[in-house]
């Protein structure tokens, strides 16, 4: 069964850090690319950050370009969202994603079936 379990979101000032962490539990998106999305309060999703199935190669939204850092454990089918230098706007839910697809297909739209963590909240205080 396709689930993915995201962690490590909370409360962080300004200038501060965290680490996300999203576990795919059964494996099934090990050979595909996977990627972070967020949705501040009243705002729509919007793509943050993604990796290809080896973790060799990313792509980021310019608002989080040198800030942000995506990363892969294939052995733990787990990705993570290293987040640096955070500012209040990154203050959203966080959500782990999954085309089934390769990394081409986080550029611009997509009409295919996807697959979504549960979330987890980030907050940014001054």
């Known amino acids: 069964q396709e689930q993915l379990v995201e962690s490590g979101g909370g409360l962080a000032q300004a200038g501060g850090s965290l680490r996300l962490s999203c576990e795919d539990s059964?494996?099934?998106?090990?050979?595909?690319?996977m990627a972070w999305f967020r949705q501040a309060p009243g705002k729509g999703r919007e793509f943050v950050a993604a990796?290809?199935?080896?973790?060799?190669?990313?792509y980021y939204a310019d608002s989080v370009k040198g800030r942000f850092t995506i990363s892969r454990d294939t052995a733990k089918n787990t990705i993570y969202l290293q987040m640096d230098s955070l500012k209040r706007e990154d203050t959203g839910v966080y959500y782990c994603?999954?085309?089934?697809?390769?990394?081409?297909?986080?550029?611009?739209?997509?009409?295919?079936?996807?697959?979504w963590g549960q979330g987890t909240q980030v907050t940014v205080s001054e």
């Open positions: 994603n999954c085309r089934r697809a390769a990394l081409m297909y986080y550029h611009g739209a997509f009409n295919g079936r996807e697959f």
């Open positions: 059964s494996g099934v998106f090990s050979d595909y690319a």
């Open positions: 990796i290809t199935w080896t973790g060799s190669t990313t």
